[in-house]
């Protein structure tokens, strides 16, 4: 079984600031990572994932993730934030054969001016 | 391409009554999940369909929820009866195939309230 903690459940930040969001997971075995963001009264939409290779990840809207096995850990960035950022961000994982996403408990990133 | 589509957006009913949740796939997705995403928690998977058969349903509490694809295509989540508990976001969501490198893509979801 696979467990994923996200260690901040709010991030405040300015806007055009960098951010960093912080993703650790727990497995037995290999795993896949993906980050997911929710904006308000939508579903989740992801917005990049790591299966093999490159552990620099990139995704949609400017975010990047980096992969760090020895840490265990998927923290997604930002160079610079936009107010459109402000959502719910999920880290979750699954295992190589089985399609079942764990989650995060998510964070909060709040962009303000 | 049409996305996922489901319905109702919300549902408030009191505790003891029974709810159906609907939900329409992308087109062609042969996989459809049912996640349930409790407030300030990550979404759980409750089920996993694979066309319309179960692969996964570990963490559906089968003597209340139960779920249905009768056709592999749209389907169906039903509470019966409701506890307080199980007021909660469900989402439900689809892929084109049941790999875990496959995205998932989700629908905007059936906020239910229960008193």
């Known amino acids: 079984a696979q467990s994923v903690t996200q260690l901040d459940s709010q991030v405040p930040v300015f806007e055009e600031a960098p951010v960093e969001l912080r993703c650790n997971y727990s497995?037995?075995?290999?795993?896949?990572l993906f980050w997911y963001v929710q904006y308000p009264n939508q579903g989740l939409q992801l917005l990049l994932k790591?299966?093999?290779?490159?552990?620099l990840v990139k995704g949609i809207n400017g975010f990047e993730a980096e992969f760090n096995k020895s840490q265990t850990s998927f923290h997604l960035r930002k160079p610079s934030v936009h107010i459109s950022d402000t959502a719910e961000y999920f880290c979750?994982?699954?295992?190589?054969?089985?399609?079942?996403?764990?989650f995060g408990t998510g964070t909060r990133l709040q962009v303000t001016l | 391409e049409a996305g996922v589509a489901q319905s109702p957006r919300y549902k408030i009913i009191e505790k003891r009554q029974s709810v159906a949740f609907w939900c329409n796939p992308i087109?062609?997705?042969?996989?459809l999940y049912w996640y349930q995403q409790i407030l300030g928690q990550g979404p759980k998977l409750l089920i996993q369909?694979?066309?319309?058969?179960?692969?996964?349903d570990s963490q559906l509490p089968k003597d209340r929820f139960s779920a249905e694809r009768l056709k592999g295509v749209d389907s169906t989540l039903k509470i019966q009866p409701a506890k307080l508990e199980d007021s909660a976001v469900y989402l439900c969501a689809s892929s084109s195939r049941g790999d875990p490198s496959y995205e998932q893509y989700f629908g905007p979801g059936t906020r239910l309230t229960v008193t």
């Open positions: 979750a994982v699954s295992d190589l054969t089985a399609s079942k996403l764990t």
């Open positions: 369909f694979q066309n319309n058969g179960v692969v996964d």
């Open positions: 790591y299966l093999s290779g490159s552990t």
């Open positions: 087109s062609g997705h042969a996989t």
């Open positions: 497995s037995s075995v290999s795993v896949y």
